[in-house]
């Protein structure tokens, strides 16, 4: 019975990982199952049954309203050239590849991850590092693991918003933003590292010289002084403004600072 609860978890990551189905198909397939397996196995009602699928689709619609932002966001960029002056304005402040990871991976990502999320940060963010002279696998592997730390709230605080809505009590926001001000603590002891995670990252992996552990060495107070700052006014927007903000104003608060 515990691999049937599973399904719903397991049969996205086989179609989808394994069998490298579109995910329009292997999506489909995994609901007609988890549905199938509702009906004859766990014997749910039938209006449970169409009041949850029902309940899906509403979800659904504000995700679809923030990616169809996110993409048209993405093309504009593309189509305006505004990547290229994104890039240069990068450049113009320093050739250090240390630093121009921190600035474009982490915060500018951060930024666009608590804007659009859904992936953006990482197709926005990528392409600025590898025009920059980062190494494709570079690019792309920096992008993600820096977006860890805002991907908590996502978009607007979408994560929060969809992903606790069943367990929220009648004072959502409330909840919503003490949850959002445990997590902001919690990044506070690990979060704060994470620039300094990207750092090492890229001089150990990814650095075509020597000297890696001292190019790593001699940037680290400034590393853990971006992280810590984040998290400090990651943790003030939390617990005054609300969860929804945290990952718009934490990384375009240091950027400011930092420019």
Wanted: proline fraction near 5%; charge should be neutral.
């Amino acid at each position: 019975m515990l691999f049937i609860a599973l399904l719903a978890v397991i049969l996205p990551l086989i179609l989808l990982a394994v069998f490298n189905m579109p995910a329009l198909k292997g999506m489909a397939i995994s609901a007609l199952v988890v549905t199938l397996a509702g009906w004859f196995i766990w014997q749910m009602p039938n209006n449970v049954m169409f009041a949850s699928i029902l309940q899906g689709i509403h979800k659904t619609f504000p995700i679809l309203w923030i990616l169809f932002g996110a993409l048209m966001m993405l093309h504009v960029l593309r189509h305006t050239g505004a990547i290229t002056r994104i890039n240069a304005g990068f450049e113009s402040l320093t050739a250090d590849m240390r630093i121009l990871a921190v600035l474009i991976a982490y915060l500018f990502g951060g930024l666009i991850e608590g804007v659009s999320g859904f992936g953006t940060p990482a197709m926005v963010t990528a392409p600025l590092l590898i025009a920059l002279g980062f190494t494709p696998i570079a690019g792309v592997t920096l992008a993600l693991v820096a977006d860890s730390t805002s991907a908590a709230y996502g978009a607007v605080g979408t994560p929060l918003t969809v992903g606790l809505s069943n367990v929220a009590p009648a004072n959502v926001a409330d909840f919503m933003n003490n949850i959002a001000g445990t997590m902001t603590t919690i990044d506070l002891f690990g979060g704060t590292f994470m620039p300094l995670m990207l750092v090492m990252l890229l001089v150990t992996f990814f650095n075509r010289g020597k000297k890696s552990i001292k190019s790593w060495l001699e940037i680290t107070p400034w590393a853990l002084l971006i992280g810590l700052v984040y998290n400090v006014f990651a943790w003030l927007y939390a617990h005054t403004i609300g969860y929804e903000f945290v990952s718009i104003l934490t990384p375009l608060t240091v950027l400011i600072m930092l420019c």
